[in-house]
């Protein structure tokens, strides 16, 4: 273990296939055309002095420290703009460079500080080492002359600090807000040597449009932008590669250590997901792992309404496993089931629905999946055969049309959002359709051509619509449905859509999206080249979330736009391991790989490896288990790294079904709010503190490398172990890749996956097997996994959450930046300064009619319940809706939402609630109730750690 | 008979009186029942007989000046109308020696012409330009251009042709003209002349720039502290427009272009050509890196031919008379002629259009009637704020891009401000580095650090501060400016600089024999 700095070559790689051969320094080296001299130089070793470059961002040309000689041309030329030319000969070392280039850090140094030594940045700061590289041994200017010196520092950021007087204007950081995140927060003010770098309009960091993404500190080359906790800790000794374990987007980061401390998260350059790119979270907020409030010991109790008492690790199993034991022989073998996490890796959720399956011996296994992808699961299989996104993430850098539905990427899936956003700033064309007036819509240089400003709940009418006008107006590509999708299928899905009440003249009275908006839109999309689908929570949570998943692939493969890069269907999946959670068989009727239990030649397989006879009838889902808890007949949970307790739809509905089971087990960091109804609650550990792999968004297996041991002894996985042998199921895996190598062996898309191959190519897109050793980045290219692509009819059923005048208004809900789901990690990090409270979005229009002013607090009333929150007034949303985000369980967003959910997959209907909004002056019944639970419950937690 | 008179409204002259003497006339003239027609014409460019009013006569037009309107009285007694003799009386205007020696092929109109009447601008030789070359494909135009031996006006002296070519090669379905009229050099004003006085001739430069290489759009990027222009152009672009000379279909022939004025951000810097096309585009004036060329990838992208007015306004007669026309004219390869502007301490301030070749001597003195202060001139600071000062013993040097660089000098816009033996050559300089520091743009480090530090250096030296070692570090930092500047603001800052210390040592306190530069 080393630390790695990463070679700069100082410019990106240029594209193109051409090359060029030219002579550096008397070698000769080829490159590709357009190179420039600067990388084309450092790619054979001679690194070129720099200051204003780097390969991540494209040059700007502006320190003048990289100056060569070129045989036959004027003057001195930049070698990080001047691109490469055959026959060329370059000097870069000649007594005259050596000249400017110390010339140029004179005047660098002349209006700088003198602190090195005391520096933040002392030991891995570019200036110092260029100041070294050129020699520099003498500033004859002197220091009493204009100088920057005495700017104040900005410390508003919770995470970085901003020092001006160390800031050499090589706007490195200026071009990556631009270049990288797409913000333009940061701006360069002033002129001349009165240039300064100012964010917004003179405000300090927290009060501009800066979203803390971390890449103006990543890009700089001095201490002006540095993070506050190298500051206090000083630079890392080690770094270790490892994966994000917050959004969908799986990004690759180095995590910077001090012995088994993290002084940084530094986003990976090689990073095939993020190439060095972040976001908020997973570049800043890792400090919940370390947070006070993580539970290290293990704990039980007989009853919720006791105090906690802390036991040690044998205990605890053997009182989970007894207690298990205990309910199967009193209620059966179908009185118990577990929940996979979709936060942990694939190999702890592949074993904890071993253990179901094994262990407990029956299929009673869900995961929190059902609650988000479900139906992507269900009808991206039923249309294109397999339940994945077909996509990378690059390949939106090769779309001409992106179409967003219900999705809101730049919040919930921000390293993917500006790349999206830099792909239409170079001129792709985007269609957004969601209630809400989201940032993509409008925002610096990104403009929606058309934003399909529907109803909440009616996508399957605007999805079937975009339908109609392509088959009507004859932009269906023939060609490739007849060659790749199935015939019969296709012809009466064309009849169908073609039906008149399928028509957007038909249909704009429900959907509220004017004819002629959603057909320009549906051309644009047939017809602007390469068209592309993203697709989020706003189509898969509702009562018809499947039918527009469905409808979605219909559009693609009708529109040809499938199947190579740029094209695609590509749900966001919402958290880290959510695909991977799905691919290893966390749902009731799925073994590993998405094989149905029913199948017996499956099953037979697993039996063979796992030694035990497997039932053949899907065991429950979520929503049935809380059912089954009420009626009686479900009595024991074990719950990985899930809160089902605040993220499932209709709260008090699901608080009285865990208060009806007899052993609950909580494996997890923190006291979340299921384990508050918990009996036995076993510490988890983070993903800093175990070995494993997470899945992407786009099927990309990527490392989690253990970077610290767990504070509380244990993997995850190792715990589930210890529970499955003492269930009396004996498992004796020594490693997570161990786990691994046994998924590689059941799973025929995880054929060729290994630890070891991770190590070589950094992560891999399943299918990964004989036919694809190195992985699949794009899916369905010459034919569709099912064979034919399948068409299916998409008929528009209203859901039965219908406005009414004792609730006018519809409810959707959403996540921001920077806070994660739940919140159980990101409210424990300093991320709060930016969202401290859920708050209710309202239309001025609603809000005035009701007498709601901008930071009221008001009565949120729904059929199921009733809960309160302040209110921001805002023209993003329509008249009619309203939205919250449900970071904060004592906002109690879900305690509103309904029992609705997908006909298909029972994912809850999330999005659309009925509701009445009033001012209120006091908190909800049911969140005063919650907060005397809590303080009781905190007060259980605090006698165990007394006793 | 209505009797016609030509009072300027050339900005020049409007400073100095000519909107009150046109009134004043207007109102004798009725007074007297005199009929006559009054034309507002550009300026003559003697700037010291402004304003010069001038009367069409049987002999042609008769000029008086310098014309206040408490003259026109006497004026009229005197019978100016017929041209008669009075105190003010200079004789037929293209008889003063300072204009009938010189060669207007660029600024043939000026002075002569209603700037804004297209009839006028047809009734002398305009738009001849144009029709020749809607009969020539786009690359015989551009070789035309390549044949008269044009270069840029601007400063940077690249051959014009050459440039066209560039874009003419560079595929692409939008392509722009930009035309540069930022005129921001101190003691320049031939764009601007040209600009109020006949600014039809820039606009057929730039249709005919536009069919050669392709471009269907033009931009003029105008200097914001020129109102009249401003006026004039867009007087001129309506009229070329209404008579169907600009638009979708120019004169039948199918073809389209169509010219703006835009409004400079008042930043000198916004001149250099890149950073000119950052301003259009809406963004800070910063400069870009070349390569890629403006050519190849100017405006938002496109290829551009981004010229100076004067290099466009030449344009027309090249392609009326013939690349070898112009040709003729100049020396070396400096081919044609250049409006050069006469300002400072000089008696006679103007502008004088001479083809190259013509000594700095003869310009100063000829024409320019040597200092107005009487003193002997010491220095001459050519083409503009970055240019080299030059010392009498080189006034002999020919007008001539390559003697010019011979003596570490430049010919830049062709400004020429005059110094008597009072200037202090050391507080030139530190104003030089001053200019330097108040324009940068702060794109790069030698021009961006470099030159407030060039001002305290300058500073140290006139306080006599450790002089050697300064004068050494002074030296040092101009060649880290000249070397690795981005731009040619910091880059051609130590001309003016280093050539007053190389020059003129004793004004810096060091002897004269120690220094060799
Ligand atoms: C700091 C700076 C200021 C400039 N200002 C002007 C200007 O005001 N007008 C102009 O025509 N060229 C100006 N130039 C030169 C232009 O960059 C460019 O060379 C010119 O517009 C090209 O046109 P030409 O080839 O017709 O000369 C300036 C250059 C620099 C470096
Ligand atoms: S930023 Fe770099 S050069 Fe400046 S004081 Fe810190 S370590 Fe030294
Ligand atoms: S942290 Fe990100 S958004 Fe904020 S200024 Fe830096 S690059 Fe821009
Ligand atoms: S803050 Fe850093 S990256 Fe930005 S201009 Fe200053 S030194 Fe460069
Ligand atoms: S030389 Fe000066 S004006 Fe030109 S790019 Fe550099 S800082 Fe800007
Ligand atoms: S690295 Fe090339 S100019 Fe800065």
């Known amino acids: 273990m080393s630390l790695q700095r990463d070679k700069d070559y100082g410019t990106p790689a240029s594209p193109a296939e051409q090359s060029v051969t030219l002579e550096i320094d008397g070698f000769e080296v080829t490159v590709p055309e357009g190179t420039s001299v600067m990388r084309a130089a450092s790619s054979i070793g001679i690194e070129i002095p720099k200051l204003c470059a780097t390969d991540s961002l494209e040059p700007f040309g502006s320190c003048r420290l990289c100056l060569v000689q070129v045989e036959g041309a004027r003057g001195y030329p930049a070698s990080c703009t001047t691109p490469v030319a055959a026959g060329m000969k370059v000097k870069t070392q000649t007594d005259k460079l050596a000249d400017i280039r110390r010339g140029v850090m004179e005047l660098y140094i002349s209006d700088h500080p003198l602190d090195c030594l005391t520096c933040s940045a002392n030991g891995n700061c570019e200036l110092q080492d260029m100041a070294g590289t050129v020699g520099l041994r003498e500033v004859r200017y002197g220091y009493e002359g204009k100088n920057h010196l005495k700017s104040e520092k900005d410390g508003s950021n919770p995470y970085f600090s901003f020092d001006p007087s160390k800031c050499i204007v090589c706007s490195r950081c200026v071009r990556a807000c631009e270049e990288t995140q797409g913000?333009?927060?940061?701006?360069?003010?002033?002129?001349?040597?009165?240039?300064?770098?100012?964010?917004?309009?003179?405000?300090?960091?927290?009060?501009?449009?800066?979203?803390?993404?971390?890449?103006?500190?990543?890009?700089?080359?001095?201490?002006?932008?540095?993070?506050?906790?190298?500051?206090?800790?000083?630079?890392?000794?080690?770094?270790?590669?490892?994966?994000?374990?917050?959004?969908?987007?799986?990004?690759?980061?180095?995590?910077?250590?001090?012995?088994?401390?993290?002084?940084?998260?530094?986003?990976?350059?090689?990073?095939?997901?993020?190439?060095?790119?972040?976001?908020?979270?997973?570049?800043?907020?890792?400090?919940?792992?370390?947070?006070?409030?993580?539970?290290?010991?293990?704990?039980?109790?007989?009853?919720?309404?006791?105090?906690?008492?802390?036991?040690?690790?044998?205990?605890?199993?053997?009182?989970?496993?007894?207690?298990?034991?205990?309910?199967?022989?009193?209620?059966?073998?179908?009185?118990?089931?577990?929940?996979?996490?979709?936060?942990?890796?694939?190999?702890?959720?592949?074993?904890?629905?071993?253990?179901?399956?094994?262990?407990?011996?029956?299929?009673?296994?869900?995961?929190?999946?059902?609650?988000?992808?479900?139906?992507?699961?269900?009808?991206?299989?039923?249309?294109?055969?397999?339940?994945?996104?077909?996509?990378?993430?690059?390949?939106?850098?090769?779309?001409?049309?992106?179409?967003?539905?219900?999705?809101?990427?730049?919040?919930?899936?921000?390293?993917?959002?500006?790349?999206?956003?830099?792909?239409?700033?170079?001129?792709?064309?985007?269609?957004?359709?969601?209630?809400?007036?989201?940032?993509?819509?409008?925002?610096?240089?990104?403009?929606?051509?058309?934003?399909?400003?529907?109803?909440?709940?009616?996508?399957?009418?605007?999805?079937?619509?975009?339908?109609?006008?392509?088959?009507?107006?004859?932009?269906?590509?023939?060609?490739?449905?007849?060659?790749?999708?199935?015939?019969?299928?296709?012809?009466?899905?064309?009849?169908?859509?073609?039906?008149?009440?399928?028509?957007?003249?038909?249909?704009?009275?429900?959907?509220?999206?004017?004819?002629?908006?959603?057909?320009?839109?549906?051309?644009?999309?047939?017809?602007?080249?390469?068209?592309?689908?993203?697709?989020?929570?706003?189509?898969?949570?509702?009562?018809?979330?499947?039918?527009?998943?469905?409808?979605?692939?219909?559009?693609?493969?009708?529109?040809?736009?499938?199947?190579?890069?740029?094209?695609?269907?590509?749900?966001?999946?919402?958290?880290?391991?959510?695909?991977?959670?799905?691919?290893?068989?966390?749902?009731?009727?799925?073994?590993?790989?998405?094989?149905?239990?029913?199948?017996?030649?499956?099953?037979?397989?697993?039996?063979?490896?796992?030694?035990?006879?497997?039932?053949?009838?899907?065991?429950?889902?979520?929503?049935?288990?809380?059912?089954?808890?009420?009626?009686?007949?479900?009595?024991?949970?074990?719950?990985?790294?899930?809160?089902?307790?605040?993220?499932?739809?209709?709260?008090?509905?699901?608080?009285?079904?865990?208060?009806?089971?007899?052993?609950?087990?909580?494996?997890?960091?923190?006291?979340?709010?299921?384990?508050?109804?918990?009996?036995?609650?076993?510490?988890?550990?983070?993903?800093?503190?175990?070995?494993?792999?997470?899945?992407?968004?786009?099927?990309?297996?990527?490392?989690?490398?253990?970077?610290?041991?767990?504070?509380?002894?244990?993997?995850?996985?190792?715990?589930?172990?210890?529970?499955?042998?003492?269930?009396?199921?004996?498992?004796?895996?020594?490693?997570?890749?161990?786990?691994?190598?046994?998924?590689?062996?059941?799973?025929?898309?995880?054929?060729?996956?290994?630890?070891?191959?991770?190590?070589?190519?950094?992560?891999?897109?399943?299918?990964?097997?004989?036919?694809?050793?190195?992985?699949?980045?794009?899916?369905?290219?010459?034919?569709?996994?099912?064979?034919?692509?399948?068409?299916?009819?998409?008929?528009?059923?209203?859901?039965?959450?219908?406005?009414?005048?004792?609730?006018?208004?519809?409810?959707?809900?959403?996540?921001?930046?920077?806070?994660?789901?739940?919140?159980?990690?990101?409210?424990?990090?300093?991320?709060?300064?930016?969202?401290?409270?859920?708050?209710?979005?309202?239309?001025?229009?609603?809000?005035?009619?009701?007498?709601?002013?901008?930071?009221?607090?008001?009565?949120?009333?729904?059929?199921?319940?009733?809960?309160?929150?302040?209110?921001?007034?805002?023209?993003?949303?329509?008249?009619?809706?309203?939205?919250?985000?449900?970071?904060?369980?004592?906002?109690?967003?879900?305690?509103?939402?309904?029992?609705?959910?997908?006909?298909?997959?029972?994912?809850?209907?999330?999005?659309?609630?009925?509701?009445?909004?009033?001012?209120?002056?006091?908190?909800?019944?049911?969140?005063?109730?919650?907060?005397?639970?809590?303080?009781?419950?905190?007060?259980?937690?605090?006698?165990?750690?007394?006793? | 008979m209505s009797t016609k008179i030509y009072v300027p409204c050339d900005s020049s002259a409007l400073s100095l009186g000519a909107e009150s003497v046109a009134q004043a006339i207007v109102r004798e003239a009725a007074a007297r029942n005199f009929e006559i027609t009054l034309v507002r014409n550009g300026s003559r460019g003697l700037y010291w007989l402004e304003p010069l009013i001038e009367v069409e006569t049987a002999n042609g037009r008769v000029a008086y000046g310098p014309v206040q309107s408490g003259d026109v009285a006497g004026l009229f007694d005197a019978g100016f109308l017929g041209g008669q003799q009075h105190a003010l009386a200079l004789g037929p205007t293209e008889e003063i020696s300072y204009l009938k020696k010189q060669e207007r092929l660029t600024n043939a109109r000026v002075g002569i012409t209603d700037p804004v009447s297209l009839d006028d601008y047809l009734a002398h030789d305009g738009y001849k330009g144009l029709k020749n070359a809607l009969t020539m494909a786009p690359a015989a135009i551009v070789k035309e251009v390549t044949d008269s031996g044009l270069r840029g006006r601007g400063g940077a002296a690249f051959p014009t042709g050459i440039k066209w070519n560039t874009v003419l090669n560079a595929p692409a379905e939008q392509k722009y003209i930009v035309c540069n009229a930022d005129e921001g050099d101190s003691g320049t004003f031939s764009d601007r002349m040209i600009m109020e006085g006949d600014p039809f001739v820039l606009i057929e430069g730039m249709t005919i720039a536009g069919l050669a290489v392709g471009a269907t759009q033009g931009y003029i990027y105008l200097r914001v502290e020129y109102p009249h222009a401003h006026k004039n152009l867009n007087a001129a672009i309506a009229a070329a427009h209404q008579a169907g000379y600009l638009g979708s279909n120019i004169c039948g022939s199918g073809k389209a272009f169509d010219v703006e004025v835009r409004l400079g951000a008042g930043a000198y810097v916004c001149g250099e050509e890149t950073a000119l096309l950052e301003s259009i585009e809406g963004k800070r004036g910063m400069v870009r890196f070349k390569p890629p060329l403006p050519a190849i990838k100017g405006l938002f992208g496109q290829p551009t031919v981004i010229n100076n007015v004067i290099s466009l306004a030449s344009v027309p007669i090249i392609l009326d008379k013939g690349g070898a026309h112009y040709r003729d004219y100049g020396m070396g390869r400096s081919r044609g002629t250049l409006p050069i502007q006469l300002a400072g301490n000089i008696k006679r301030p103007g502008l004088v259009e001479k083809a190259f070749g013509i000594t700095l001597r003869e310009l100063l003195y000829d024409y320019g009637g040597g200092s107005a202060s009487g003193r002997p001139i010491r220095a001459v600071q050519v083409g503009g704020p970055l240019g080299a000062f030059v010392p009498e013993s080189q006034f002999d040097t020919p007008l001539d891009y390559e003697a010019f660089a011979a003596n570490w000098a430049v010919l830049g816009h062709g400004g020429v401000v005059v110094f008597d033996d009072t200037v202090d050559m050391a507080r030139m300089a530190r104003y030089a580095m001053e200019f330097c520091a108040i324009e940068s743009c702060g794109k790069c480090t030698p021009c961006r650090i470099g030159s407030t530090r060039g001002v305290e250096v300058m500073d140290k030296i006139i306080q006599n501060q450790d002089k050697a070692r300064n004068i050494q570090l002074l030296r040092d930092l101009g060649d880290t400016m000249l070397a690795g500047s981005l731009c040619a603001l910091g880059g051609m800052t130590p001309y003016p600089v280093l050539s007053a210390l190389n020059h003129f040592p004793e004004d810096f306190g060091v002897d004269k024999t120690s220094e060799a530069a």
């Open chain 1, 183 to 947: 913000t333009f927060a940061l701006p360069i003010d002033g002129r001349g040597f009165d240039s300064v770098i100012s964010p917004g309009q003179h405000q300090a960091f927290m009060d501009s449009e800066c979203v803390s993404c971390g890449a103006c500190v990543q890009a700089c080359p001095t201490a002006t932008l540095m993070e506050k906790s190298v500051i206090d800790k000083g630079q890392a000794d080690h770094s270790i590669i490892t994966t994000c374990a917050y959004c969908g987007v799986g990004c690759s980061f180095k995590a910077e250590m001090k012995g088994a401390e993290v002084v940084r998260m530094v986003p990976d350059k090689d990073g095939k997901a993020n190439h060095g790119h972040s976001c908020v979270k997973g570049r800043f907020a890792f400090g919940y792992a370390t947070h006070p409030d993580r539970i290290t010991s293990p704990m039980i109790r007989k009853s919720i309404h006791e105090p906690w008492q802390k036991v040690s690790w044998d205990e605890a199993i053997n009182y989970a496993a007894s207690e298990f034991k205990r309910i199967q022989a009193k209620h059966g073998r179908h009185s118990v089931g577990a929940l996979t996490s979709s936060r942990c890796t694939n190999e702890e959720a592949y074993l904890v629905q071993k253990l179901v399956r094994a262990a407990f011996g029956n299929n009673n296994v869900d995961t929190c999946a059902r609650v988000c992808h479900s139906p992507t699961g269900y009808g991206l299989k039923q249309t294109l055969g397999e339940s994945a996104g077909t996509q990378t993430f690059d390949s939106v850098m090769k779309s001409d049309v992106i179409v967003v539905i219900g999705a809101n990427p730049t919040d919930g899936h921000p390293v993917f959002g500006s790349l999206m956003k830099k792909r239409i700033r170079q001129g792709a064309k985007l269609i957004v359709v969601d209630p809400r007036e989201i940032d993509l819509v409008k925002s610096a240089h990104v403009q929606a051509d058309y934003h399909l400003k529907l109803k909440p709940g009616t996508n399957v009418a605007l999805v079937t619509a975009l339908a109609h006008v392509i088959v009507t107006e004859g932009l269906v590509r023939e060609d490739f449905v007849a060659e790749r999708c199935e015939v019969d299928s296709y012809r009466k899905w064309k009849e169908f859509v073609a039906l008149p009440h399928h028509s957007p003249e038909a249909t704009e009275a429900a959907t509220g999206v004017p004819a002629e908006t959603l057909r320009a839109a549906a051309r644009l999309y047939a017809t602007a080249g390469n068209g592309a689908i993203y697709y989020g929570l706003g189509v898969t949570e509702h009562s018809q979330g499947s039918t527009t998943v469905i409808g979605i692939a219909n559009l693609a493969m009708a529109t040809g736009n499938v199947g190579r890069e740029g094209v695609g269907v590509n749900p966001l999946r919402g958290q880290n391991n959510v695909q991977g959670s799905c691919d290893m068989g966390s749902f009731p009727h799925e073994l590993p790989g998405y094989r149905h239990v029913s199948d017996a030649l499956v099953r037979s397989e697993f039996e063979d490896a796992w030694g035990v006879t497997l039932e053949a009838e899907p065991g429950l889902r979520i929503p049935n288990m809380f059912a089954a808890a009420l009626d009686g007949s479900f009595k024991g949970l074990y719950c990985e790294g899930e809160d089902i307790a605040q993220s499932d739809p209709d709260t008090q509905h699901v608080h009285a079904a865990l208060q009806a089971m007899e052993c609950v087990v909580v494996q997890d960091l923190f006291l979340n709010e299921t384990a508050k109804f918990a009996h036995v609650f076993l510490p988890g550990a983070s993903f800093l503190e175990k070995t494993g792999t997470f899945t992407n968004a786009e099927r990309r297996i990527s490392p989690v490398r253990r970077v610290m041991p767990p504070l509380a002894g244990y993997e995850d996985w190792e715990v589930t172990q210890m529970l499955s042998n003492a269930l009396g199921y004996p498992m004796n895996y020594g490693s997570g890749p161990e786990i691994l190598d046994e998924i590689a062996r059941l799973v025929p898309t995880f054929h060729g996956v290994s630890f070891k191959k991770l190590d070589e190519l950094g992560s891999v897109q399943w299918p990964c097997n004989e036919s694809a050793p190195e992985g699949t980045p794009t899916m369905h290219i010459d034919q569709f996994v099912r064979g034919k692509g399948r068409f299916m009819l998409t008929e528009y059923v209203p859901t039965q959450e219908r406005t009414s005048s004792r609730f006018p208004l519809i409810l959707t809900t959403g996540r921001i930046l920077s806070q994660y789901n739940v919140g159980a990690q990101t409210r424990r990090t300093q991320n709060n300064a930016w969202h401290a409270e859920d708050r209710l979005e309202i239309h001025p229009h609603d809000a005035e009619q009701r007498g709601i002013k901008d930071g009221d607090w008001v009565g949120i009333k729904s059929r199921q319940g009733e809960t309160v929150l302040r209110a921001t007034v805002s023209e993003r949303m329509q008249p009619g809706v309203v939205y919250t985000t449900f970071h904060f369980p004592e906002s109690g967003a879900n305690v509103i939402t309904t029992d609705n959910s997908d006909w298909a997959t029972n994912c809850p209907e999330y999005k659309v609630t009925a509701v009445q909004v009033t001012p209120v002056s006091q908190t909800s019944e049911w969140q005063q109730q919650f907060q005397a639970f809590t303080e009781q419950q905190l007060s259980h937690l605090e006698k165990a750690s007394a006793g």
